[in-house]
């Protein structure tokens, strides 16, 4: 079964922080995928890393595959409550027919 | 253009009474996918559409749920003699063709009493 583990669940910082979180499997991935979802919305999708050790930017976020893609990061450079939301990893199933999901990480920046 | 749209934004219902979501994928988009999110479980895969094949129910909690997708569109996902622990958000997302970038709607918040 493919699973994929995230952290922190929950995650509650100042404006200028920087932070990062993590997403985890002990199954390869063809590619992962990173989400924004906010409040009565769905996700949207931010950036697809595919490549083992790719590192992707996105202004002040910086996404990182693992080598062995079973693992990514993403990395927030002085977070502003803009940032606020849930943050969820993706992969697709050995099917390619649905996205697993992690768990998502709740993350709240205050001014 | 239109996104993917979902009805009704909010359904609150009393246990044991069958229930119908619907969703409107983007235009072109032949494949169609339903998930489910709850508190404590995140985003679970539900059922997958592709143009004329059959679905991929393989994420169905149970023989009360289904679904039905029309014409290659609109798709449908009814619940069946709801029970409390079928109270989530419910999502619908569409993309191009499988593994293409999948388009969520705002999703059904169910509520069963």
């Known amino acids: 079964t493919q699973l994929l583990e995230q952290s922190p669940q929950f995650l509650s910082i100042q404006e200028g922080e920087n932070l990062t979180v993590y997403c985890n499997s002990s199954?390869?991935?063809?590619?992962l995928q990173w989400y924004r979802q906010e409040p009565g919305e769905g996700p949207v999708l931010l950036v697809t890393v595919v490549t083992g050790g790719e590192v992707k930017k996105l202004k002040r976020l910086t996404f990182q595959f693992g080598d062995a893609r079973k693992d990514s990061s993403l990395h927030i450079t002085a977070a502003q409550p803009g940032d606020t939301g849930l943050y969820l990893c993706?992969?697709?199933?050995?099917?390619?027919?649905?996205?697993?999901f992690g768990k998502g990480t709740t993350l709240s920046v205050s001014s | 253009g239109a996104g993917v749209s979902q009805s009704p934004s909010n359904k609150v219902t009393e246990k044991g009474k069958d229930v119908e979501l619907r969703c409107d994928p983007i235009?072109?988009?032949?494949?169609l996918y339903w998930y489910r999110q709850s508190l404590g479980q995140g985003l679970e895969f539900l059922i997958y559409?592709?143009?004329?094949?059959?679905?991929?129910k393989s994420g169905l909690p149970s023989d009360r749920f289904s679904a039905e997708r029309t014409g290659g569109s609109v798709s449908t996902l009814t619940i069946q003699r709801t029970q409390q622990e079928d109270s989530a958000v419910y999502l619908c997302?569409?993309?191009?063709?499988?593994?293409?970038?999948?388009?969520f709607g705002p999703g059904t918040r169910l509520t069963v009493l």
């Open positions: 199954s390869v991935f063809s590619s």
């Open positions: 997302a569409s993309s191009f063709s499988r593994n293409n970038e999948q388009f």
């Open positions: 235009s072109g988009h032949t494949a």
């Open positions: 559409f592709q143009g004329n094949s059959a679905p991929d």
């Open positions: 993706a992969g697709h199933n050995q099917a390619g027919t649905a996205l697993i």
